[in-house]
């Protein structure tokens, strides 16, 4: 049930990732040609593609943390079940600290800078920084998912 339910924020996740990068892209091809070609630059450009970098950094490292996609060094060709299991119980626990960082101190930050303001949208400056705890809250989300499956192997 766990999985369906991540299988769809994934879902959702990844497709706004995707209308995110358009806007991104067509807000930095805007202020390349309205500069450039028209002399007009365009300020909110700028702030509006740190805002959406921003989203899209936090955002999918969430995502791709549910697939597994981050980099992993291989530092033993074959290793035996026993050593595999310390391995990914360290690299678990390394999971754990860094959800735990996101949370936390993403969400400080988010309260800390949301009495700021970008003058050129029109908003506060905290939505620069949600996507910190966002991104804390989804991994711990496909986390739990992960664990539980490492339980059910576990008990099988």
């Given at each position: 049930?766990?999985?369906?339910?991540?299988?769809?924020?994934?879902?959702?996740?990844?497709?706004?990732l995707?209308?995110g990068?358009?806007?991104?892209?067509g807000?930095?091809?805007?202020q390349?040609?309205?500069?450039?070609l028209?002399?007009?630059?365009?300020?909110?450009?700028?702030?509006?593609?740190q805002?959406?970098?921003?989203?899209?950094?936090?955002?999918?490292?969430?995502?791709a943390?549910?697939?597994?996609?981050?980099?992993?060094?291989?530092?033993w060709?074959?290793?035996?079940p026993r050593?595999?299991r310390?391995?990914?119980?360290i690299?678990?626990?390394?999971?754990?600290?860094?959800v735990?960082?996101?949370?936390?101190?993403?969400?400080?930050?988010?309260?800390i800078r949301w009495?700021g303001?970008?003058?050129?949208?029109?908003?506060s400056?905290?939505?620069m920084?949600?996507?910190?705890?966002?991104?804390?809250?989804?991994?711990?989300?496909?986390?739990?998912?992960?664990?539980s499956?490492?339980l059910?192997?576990?008990?099988?």
């Open positions: 049930m766990l999985k369906r339910f991540n299988d769809l924020v994934t879902l959702a996740v990844e497709t706004a995707g209308v990068f358009l806007a991104l892209i807000t930095v091809a805007l390349v040609v309205a500069r450039n028209l002399g007009l630059p365009f300020i909110w450009t700028l702030d509006l593609a805002l959406l970098f921003s989203w899209l950094v936090f955002v999918g490292a969430a995502v943390f549910r697939r597994g996609a981050h980099y992993t060094v291989d530092l060709p074959e290793n035996s050593i595999d310390v391995l990914q119980a690299s678990l626990l390394g999971a754990v600290v860094v735990f960082v996101l949370l936390r101190y993403g969400w400080n930050l988010t309260r009495s303001s970008v003058q050129s949208l029109g908003i400056r905290g939505w920084f949600v996507p910190i705890p966002l991104s804390g809250a989804l991994m711990l989300l496909f986390l739990i998912e992960f664990l499956g490492v059910r192997r576990r008990e099988a």
